[in-house]
């Protein structure tokens, strides 16, 4: 497994959680790290991405609400989400790019939102 998340789980509405990813060493030169949701029936979408010179980019529907931050010497990418709604309903995927340009995916991790 070359990327590891964690974190998720069944909150409910208002509430908050933190996701984390942790990467294997074994991938060569990461620059970006982020996370990606996708809710059933809907296509996968950005939540929040960082690159290796810190520049962050937010999706529309979480700025305000969520963190990126990352660890490069854990190599992990963290994810702090804040003010939870129902729609936040997913399942979270980590991703990773390399200096080459090589993507990785982590496993994915649910989170519920309950109103």
């Known amino acids: 497994v070359q990327l590891q998340a964690s974190g998720g789980g069944l909150v409910q509405a208002g509430g908050s959680l933190r996701l984390s990813c942790a990467a294997s060493?074994?991938?060569?030169?990461?620059?970006?790290m982020g996370w990606y949701r996708q809710a059933p029936g809907k296509q996968r979408e950005l939540v929040a991405s960082?690159?290796?010179?810190?520049?962050?980019q937010y999706g529309d529907s979480v700025k305000g609400r969520c963190t990126i931050s990352r660890d490069d010497v854990e190599i992990s990418v963290y994810l702090q989400m804040n003010s939870l709604k129902p729609e936040d309903t997913a399942v979270y995927y980590c991703?990773?790019?390399?200096?080459?340009?090589?993507?990785?995916w982590g496993q994915g991790t649910q989170v519920t939102v309950s109103s």
């Open positions: 991703r990773a790019m390399s200096i080459i340009g090589d993507i990785y």
């Open positions: 060493r074994s991938i060569f030169s990461i620059t970006d």
């Open positions: 960082i690159s290796s010179g810190a520049f962050i």
